[in-house]
């Protein structure tokens, strides 16, 4: 039970951290996803939205730890623990919405788009000289995966008849369901660390090649600051393809009776995602959304075109996590909610025919499983 009340509150407090942490990794112009001229960043309406948003957001951390507190005494169960986190992240990206509410109202009622003359910022060496994808940092990743195949390959010949589903947390080979020991079921390691790897090198490619996201009312500085910021973020992704792909590498150790069940084993499963969590929150605390926190070079302290950003606030929705603009040719561009985050542009007929493709595959894969076709892995987590 002690467990239980430690990892509720743990988890309350670390959702209750991430979004305090929204809005202050947010540019300074870009206040609860509304755009702002920098002349109006400490205005008194944002200052109190700021100080509103984070003292309702704490208040709802604390009732909601009492909360989970009581109905963990009284039930015992760890699903309240989920129940209570996602009720508490809930209400508070309700706080964030009515915050960027309060923001987006008193832009419109004073005025403050027609201060400074719409500009849009461009840099055409983002085209002629790219930020690369810096693949050495890939190597980590490509490592383990051909170490968690090689092992598997040597292990092989030598499973038992059939393997666990899932050992979970304290789980051992022998206290959990078996499934028969088939090449889909011994290499499941290895084929999700496969995925994992593709889907971050797309993911790297895409980010670089999307449409910078500049200041116009410091194009110089602005445009240094986001060379960097993709450099690190591309980076950082690589990385993270290692850490899944270590973290998938243990459990593979467990699945094929490598190492004993020991506790030890079951913390290092997860200790690559820990040091994955810590190094994204670092970088984000230190270079900041769009890298506006890196510090200013030379010349570009007191740089100011006198030139606004280009107004887009109507093609933005849910506080600046969806963007859709048919006029826009980008197909994806730096989302406003969040920090290291991009979305598709939903006025692009190119996004509509990937969300089509990638229903329709769904549906498809579903329908083949229930005649039969093919079998879809059971419900379970490896790890």
Known sequence: MILLLCAGTIIVALVTSLMLALPVLARPTLP????????????????????????????????????????LLVTGSAVVIGVTATVVMVVDLLLFYRAHRMV?????????????????TVDTTFRTDPVRVPWSWGL????????TA????????????????????????????????????????????????????????AVLRARPD????????????????????????????????LSLFFAGLRLWEVVPPAIGWEVAVFA??????????????????AGHRLPALPGEELEDSGAGQREDDRHWFLAGAVYANRRDPALLVHAR??????????????????????TVALLVLAGLSLAGVVDLPQRHSLI
């Open 214 to 245: 500049l200041d116009a009312a410091r194009p110089q500085g602005s445009a240094r600051r986001y060379r960097v910021y993709l450099r690190g973020v591309a980076t950082l992704l690589l990385l993270s393809a290692a850490c899944l792909n």
């Open 337 to 358: 909610l969040g920090s290291s985050s991009w979305t598709l542009n939903l006025g692009h007929p190119i996004a509509w025919l990937l969300l089509g493709v990638l």
């Open 272 to 289: 690559p995602f820990i040091v994955l969590l810590g190094g994204w929150l670092t970088w984000e605390i230190k270079v900041g959304q």
């Open 140 to 147: 980590p990743a490509l490592a383990v995966l051909l170490l």
């Open 32 to 71: 609860f996803g509304v755009r702002v001229g920098v002349q109006r960043v400490g205005d008194p309406v944002i200052v109190a939205a700021r100080r509103s948003y984070a003292h309702l957001t704490v208040l709802v951390a604390v009732i909601a730890a009492v909360v989970l507190i009581l109905a």
């Open 104 to 120: 987006r109202a008193a832009k419109l009622a004073g005025g403050w788009a027609a201060e400074r003359r719409q500009t849009v």
């Open 150 to 205: 090689g092992v598997g390959w040597a292990r092989y010949g030598g499973l038992p008849a059939t393997l666990p589903l899932s050992l979970g947390l304290g789980g051992t080979a022998s206290s959990v369901q078996r499934t028969p020991t088939t090449v889909l079921s011994a290499f499941q390691p290895v084929i999700y660390q496969i995925a994992v790897t593709l889907v971050v090198l797309v993911a790297a490619l």
